[in-house]
């Protein structure tokens, strides 16, 4: 079943005051609480990498991609203006209460997504500058422009702009792309149809208003919830992979069993829920939230205290030479040459 967009009043255009007094909503239409997750998970990406950047150029990087994510947010409401307007989700936002017009969202976005790829390139390397601007051409064009008006798996193609993140924080830092960052891509990857279907199923009609067809507008609930449960039942194993793999610790391994085990349970409870149950829905919802951030803060502690832990080896592997073999007695470039490749390393 195919649903095209319908006839939708233009937004109420209200008095605007100055600019300064606005940057309030501009900051609003960059999505903050999408950015976090951006950043928090591309920070994961950064971490977990085998090569430490350097801290200015890290928190350049970070800044960057912050920025970049707040640029397809808010090229996205740009496009978007006309469906917020008829969605009580989506009413508040700035340009449907006419704080800011559409051509200033326009020219926002394309400045900020201008500035976070070339800021991310000259502070990293040109993967990661290139990876960004795919991330936001991919969710700006191929989700909102493309997909999410026309086919009801809007969410699942798109989400693989979201999963992208980890991705392109690791290559801020390596240079290329590795088994681990697309781990971490899968995992978000499987996470974001269960965390957007939960909480559109109790908002169905307010979609279906706006001609957006997402699943449950075009499906029933019971096929809607079976495909939560079918992504949630891929995501539990997925969300181990890191530990099996060996590049997070036991921490992480039992805090992604645990909180999977509880995801689990959630879809499995909304699956058999009644129709007229929206705690149901809005329970995996909240919970898919807090899932994610808890599985990237237990990557983030195994990542340090390893690092931790191969620093401190390091340094008393470095001192057992020194204490074996006397400086004096070393050729001068490796005497040389041995901290320094250390340093670069750590």
Same mark, same amino acid.
């Given at each position: 079943?195919? &649903?095209?967009?319908?006839?939708?009043?233009?937004?109420?255009?209200?008095?605007?005051?100055?600019?300064?007094?606005?940057?309030?909503?501009?900051?609003?239409?960059?999505?903050?609480?999408?950015?976090?997750?951006?950043?928090?998970?591309?920070?994961?990406?950064?971490? &977990?990498?085998?090569?430490?950047?350097?801290?200015?150029?890290?928190?350049?990087?970070?800044?960057?991609?912050?920025?970049?994510?707040?640029?397809?947010?808010?090229?996205?409401?740009?496009?978007?203006?006309?469906?917020?307007?008829?969605?009580?989700?989506?009413?508040?936002?700035?340009?449907?209460?006419?704080?800011?017009?559409?051509?200033?969202?326009?020219?926002?976005?394309?400045?900020?997504?201008?500035?976070?790829?070339?800021?991310?390139?000259?502070?990293?390397?040109?993967?990661?500058?290139?990876?960004?601007?795919?991330?936001?051409?991919?969710?700006?064009?191929?989700?909102?422009?493309?997909?999410?008006?026309?086919?009801?798996?809007?969410?699942?193609?798109?989400?693989?702009?979201?999963?992208?993140?980890?991705?392109?924080?690791?290559?801020?830092?390596?240079?290329?792309?590795?088994?681990?960052?697309?781990?971490?891509?899968?995992?978000?990857?499987?996470?974001?149809?269960? *965390?957007?279907?939960?909480?559109?199923?109790?908002?169905?009609?307010?979609?279906?208003?706006?001609?957006?067809?997402?699943?449950?507008?075009?499906?029933?609930?019971?096929?809607?919830?079976?495909?939560?449960?079918?992504?949630?039942?891929?995501?539990?194993?997925?969300?181990?992979?890191?530990?099996?793999?060996?590049?997070?610790?036991?921490?992480?391994?039992?805090?992604?069993?645990?909180?999977?085990?509880?995801?689990?349970?959630?879809?499995?409870?909304? *699956?058999?829920?009644?129709?007229?149950?929206?705690?149901?829905?809005? *329970?995996?919802?909240?919970?898919?939230?807090?899932?994610?951030?808890?599985?990237?803060?237990?990557?983030?502690?195994?990542?340090?205290?390893?690092?931790?832990?191969?620093?401190?080896?390091?340094?008393?592997?470095?001192?057992?030479?020194?204490?074996?073999?006397?400086?004096?007695?070393?050729?001068?470039?490796?005497?040389?040459?041995?901290?320094?490749?250390?340093?670069?390393?750590?």
């Amino acid at each position: 079943m195919k &649903i095209t967009a319908t006839s939708l009043p233009r937004p109420r255009v209200l008095p605007r005051s100055g600019l300064t007094t606005r940057v309030p909503d501009f900051l609003a239409l960059m999505k903050p609480r999408v950015m976090l997750l951006a950043v928090f998970t591309a920070f994961a990406g950064l971490m &977990i990498a085998p090569v430490s950047l350097d801290p200015l150029l890290g928190s350049l990087a970070m800044a960057a991609i912050a920025v970049g994510a707040g640029a397809a947010g808010v090229l996205s409401m740009w496009y978007d203006a006309d469906i917020d307007a008829v969605m009580t989700r989506t009413a508040r936002r700035p340009i449907p209460r006419g704080r800011i017009s559409r051509p200033e969202a326009l020219a926002f976005g394309l400045f900020l997504s201008c500035g976070a790829v070339l800021v991310l390139g000259m502070a990293t390397n040109v993967a990661a500058a290139g990876l960004l601007a795919f991330t936001i051409f991919f969710y700006v064009v191929v989700y909102t422009l493309w997909l999410k008006r026309i086919t009801p798996q809007n969410i699942v193609i798109g989400g693989a702009a979201g999963a992208l993140p980890p991705v392109v924080g690791w290559a801020s830092a390596t240079g290329d792309i590795g088994l681990e960052p697309i781990v971490l891509f899968l995992i978000i990857f499987l996470w974001t149809p269960p *965390h957007f279907w939960a909480l559109s199923l109790n908002r169905a009609d307010e979609y279906r208003r706006a001609g957006v067809p997402m699943l449950p507008v075009v499906a029933d609930r019971a096929a809607t919830t079976l495909q939560i449960l079918i992504y949630s039942v891929l995501l539990v194993p997925t969300s181990l992979l890191p530990w099996a793999l060996g590049y997070a610790g036991a921490l992480y391994g039992v805090v992604a069993l645990a909180s999977g085990a509880v995801f689990l349970a959630l879809a499995l409870q909304l *699956h058999r829920s009644q129709q007229s149950d929206r705690q149901a829905a809005q *329970h995996l919802f909240l919970f898919s939230i807090s899932y994610l951030f808890l599985l990237f803060a237990a990557l983030l502690f195994s990542s340090i205290g390893d690092r931790s832990s191969w620093k401190a080896s390091a340094r008393e592997d470095a001192r057992r030479i020194t204490r074996s073999a006397p400086l004096a007695a070393l050729p001068l470039p490796t005497a040389i040459a041995f901290p320094v490749a250390k340093s670069d390393e750590a």
